[in-house]
């Protein structure tokens, strides 16, 4: 019989702890595909208590609540994904870091405002409001509309142009990808206006094509992020070293 011994003093195999920055890239990638991946269900799921006599009939209350946590988490995804690059990006510039937060929060105040517009619209139906609530439902149904063309509209302009810029000229991705967001923002605010004003509908073709590169950017950074991290910088050779100085 043959005895394997294993030499005295050899070391056993140990797990490389994963780089801080590779963390925050991970962190923030996977959150702006959380982004993505709840926000298009949510509004789908939406689709029925958007209906004018939806609080007179039999309702579809739990797939509405359903969609109302999913948007929930759209929210708390859209602060994550600020607050886990700030630390990187703010090198770039701190003002405009800051700005980036506080345009995501805001955004993701307005989604929880309209959130709360369409789950309102359950409650009436469940109370038995009836015919005496159409008014109150519809009106509830509006602001909802009227947030998601402030919040993953116009915001989403904001968003696109701070966090981009920042991105474009640290060169922590590469380029093409913030230079998407730069150029589909104009586009997106463009059509923006072009509902708010009632040239098209929120919900028609040019809106559609005008989503795209905001929608793309979004999706191409997130896979980025997960996949590749950050782009060898001075933001991160400097990150690096004040990391291996001695405490």
Same mark, same amino acid.
């Given at each position: 019989?043959?005895?394997?011994?294993?030499?005295?003093?050899?070391?056993?195999?140990?797990?490389?702890?994963?780089?801080?920055?590779?963390?925050?890239?991970?962190?923030?990638?996977?959150?702006?595909?959380?982004?993505?991946? !709840?926000?298009?269900?949510?509004?789908?799921?939406?689709?029925?208590?958007?209906?004018?006599?939806?609080?007179?009939?039999?309702?579809?209350? !739990?797939?509405?609540?359903?969609?109302?946590?999913?948007?929930?988490?759209?929210?708390?995804?859209?602060?994550?994904?600020?607050?886990?690059?700030?630390?990187?990006?703010?090198?770039?510039?701190?003002?405009?870091?800051?700005?980036?937060?506080?345009?995501?929060?805001?955004?993701?105040?307005?989604?929880?405002?309209?959130?709360?517009?369409?789950?309102?619209?359950?409650?009436?139906?469940?109370?038995?409001?009836?015919?005496?609530?159409?008014?109150?439902?519809?009106?509830?149904?509006?602001?909802?509309?009227?947030?998601?063309?402030?919040?993953?509209?116009?915001?989403?302009?904001?968003?696109?142009?701070?966090?981009?810029?920042?991105?474009?000229?640290?060169?922590?991705?590469?380029?093409?990808?913030?230079?998407?967001?730069?150029?589909?923002?104009?586009?997106?605010?463009?059509?923006?206006?072009?509902?708010?004003?009632?040239?098209?509908?929120?919900?028609?073709?040019?809106?559609?094509?005008?989503?795209?590169?905001?929608?793309?950017?979004?999706?191409?950074?997130?896979?980025?992020?997960?996949?590749?991290?950050?782009?060898?910088?001075?933001? !991160?050779?400097?990150?690096? !070293?004040?990391?291996?100085?001695?405490?």
């Amino acid at each position: 019989m043959t005895t394997t011994i294993q030499p005295t003093g050899a070391k056993t195999p140990t797990r490389v702890p994963m780089d801080s920055l590779r963390k925050t890239a991970l962190v923030g990638g996977a959150l702006y595909l959380i982004t993505f991946v !709840t926000s298009i269900p949510a509004r789908i799921l939406f689709g029925p208590v958007k209906d004018p006599n939806y609080i007179l009939g039999p309702g579809a209350d !739990t797939q509405v609540l359903f969609a109302g946590l999913l948007d929930l988490l759209l929210a708390f995804a859209c602060i994550g994904t600020a607050v886990a690059l700030y630390p990187v990006v703010k090198r770039q510039n701190e003002g405009v870091a800051l700005g980036f937060v506080g345009s995501r929060t805001l955004e993701a105040a307005i989604i929880v405002t309209g959130v709360i517009a369409l789950l309102s619209v359950v409650t009436l139906r469940q109370a038995g409001a009836g015919a005496d609530a159409l008014v109150a439902s519809q009106t509830l149904v509006a602001v909802y509309e009227w947030t998601f063309l402030f919040g993953p509209g116009f915001m989403a302009c904001v968003n696109a142009l701070l966090l981009g810029s920042l991105l474009y000229r640290s060169g922590l991705v590469p380029r093409i990808i913030p230079l998407v967001g730069l150029l589909g923002a104009p586009l997106l605010f463009a059509s923006d206006l072009a509902v708010m004003f009632g040239i098209w509908e929120q919900v028609s073709l040019p809106a559609g094509i005008a989503t795209v590169p905001i929608a793309l950017w979004e999706v191409s950074l997130g896979v980025w992020l997960v996949v590749k991290g950050f782009k060898p910088s001075p933001i !991160t050779a400097g990150m690096a !070293t004040a990391g291996a100085r001695p405490a």
